[in-house]
């Protein structure tokens, strides 16, 4: 059994969803490795970033499903630290998150949700990926 793991769900352009724990995610290498089962480490699936909308690392693969997103005042998002982002996808979904290192010229960068009770601990949005990304100032 493997160490060190993170519970992940992978969104690829298109809506696929994959699930699973990696162990060996970069985000200044170009692939990682993606597996179903922690028992089975041998087992993966080798996933390059460019094929990603985003990576989730999840609390739980199940979530809540009857949770909510609450709704936030630019006043409650201005209040947060790090910079505030609105990312807004190619697909139509739209993001509020904070983040420490975003930079348009990098292929990904790491956000961190503004609701602390959602399943999210933190996401790696793909820069290609996105429609539109605004600092919230």
Do not use: W
Request: charged share 25%.
């Amino acid at each position: 059994m493997l160490t060190d793991e993170h519970r992940v769900v992978a969104h690829y352009l298109g809506g696929r969803l994959a699930k699973g724990y990696t162990f060996d995610f970069n985000q200044n290498r170009d692939t990682f490795h993606l597996f179903a089962d922690l028992e089975q480490s041998e087992e993966s699936v080798l996933i390059y970033h460019e094929e990603l909308k985003a990576l989730f690392f999840v609390k739980t693969f199940e979530g809540n499903p009857a949770y909510n997103d609450p709704i936030f005042t630019e006043k409650d998002i201005k209040r947060l630290v790090g910079m505030k982002l609105k990312i807004i996808f190619k697909d139509g979904e739209v993001m509020y998150a904070t983040t420490f290192g975003y930079s348009p010229a990098r292929q990904g960068f790491f956000v961190y949700p503004i609701d602390k009770q959602c399943n999210n601990e933190k996401v790696y949005v793909v820069t290609s990926s996105t429609a539109s990304i605004e600092i919230i100032r």
